[in-house]
């Protein structure tokens, strides 16, 4: 069966700070692979997503960014962390094969930026 | 770019009475929809999914809801809603080609005896 594994759960970092999250699934192949940033009264907000390695798609101007070295690795990083940059993400993966499937989420991971 | 509303940010239900959580959608296509729930302290989990054929979609849990292309809309209904129910819900769209997935900011279901 499917997996995913995201890391760190909780993370507190000061501002200036780089950062690195880490996303690994497991029991399948070439899925597609998101990150969403969750925060109270905007929902589930997409960061990121790739339809394959080194295909990233950016979906809001930030201070982040992602990378998929391997097919099934997705990270998060910051070179330099912001106040801003304090939230609670999400990543997630779906089947690819041109029709949409579940969402599937890990863990997440909390981020507070001092 | 595709979007999804959720206008009711927080909404209170006593058991047993019905509900609607309501969800509009911008995209310029044929949008695939989807609800997912948020229960307390547990992940995000898929309710439903429309894709194609018949707008009116079951899923788990005893929640449907009905794809009216004419308002843009794809609302989630349950005829009787239980104490378990109270939890975060979330309409999402998909893009038809570049996997891309876009929640709203989610309605918050309160649940009283």
């Known amino acids: 069966s499917q997996t995913i594994h995201q890391w760190p759960a909780t993370l507190v970092q000061p501002v200036g700070s780089p950062l690195s999250l880490e996303c690994t699934v497991e029991?399948?192949?070439?899925?597609?692979l998101y990150w969403y940033r969750q925060a109270a009264g905007r929902g589930l907000q997409l960061l990121f997503y790739s339809v394959g390695i080194g295909q990233i798609s950016s979906e809001v101007p930030q201070n982040l960014s992602a990378s998929r070295p391997q097919d099934r690795q997705f990270i998060l990083s910051s070179k330099k962390l912001l106040l801003s940059d304090s939230g609670f993400y999400l990543c997630a993966w779906s089947e690819t094969g041109g029709r949409y499937g579940e969402l599937f989420f890990g863990e997440g991971s909390r981020l507070t930026v001092l | 770019a595709q979007s999804v509303t959720q206008p009711d940010i927080h909404i209170t239900v006593s058991e047993g009475a019905s509900l609607e959580l309501r969800c509009n959608y911008s995209y310029g296509a044929t949008p695939y929809l989807f609800w997912y729930v948020q229960s307390p302290g547990q992940g995000h989990q898929l309710l439903l999914k429309?894709?194609?054929?018949?707008?009116l979609v079951q899923g788990i849990k005893g929640f449907e809801a009905e794809f009216k292309r004419s308002q843009s809309s794809f609302n989630l209904r349950k005829p009787s809603v239980h104490w378990s129910d109270a939890a975060e819900y979330f309409c999402?769209?998909?893009?038809?080609?570049?996997?891309?997935?876009?929640f709203g900011i989610g309605t918050k279901l309160q649940v009283i005896p």
């Open positions: 429309y894709f194609s054929g018949d707008t």
């Open positions: 999402a769209v998909g893009d038809g080609g570049y996997q891309k997935v876009t």
């Open positions: 029991g399948t192949s070439n899925p597609n």
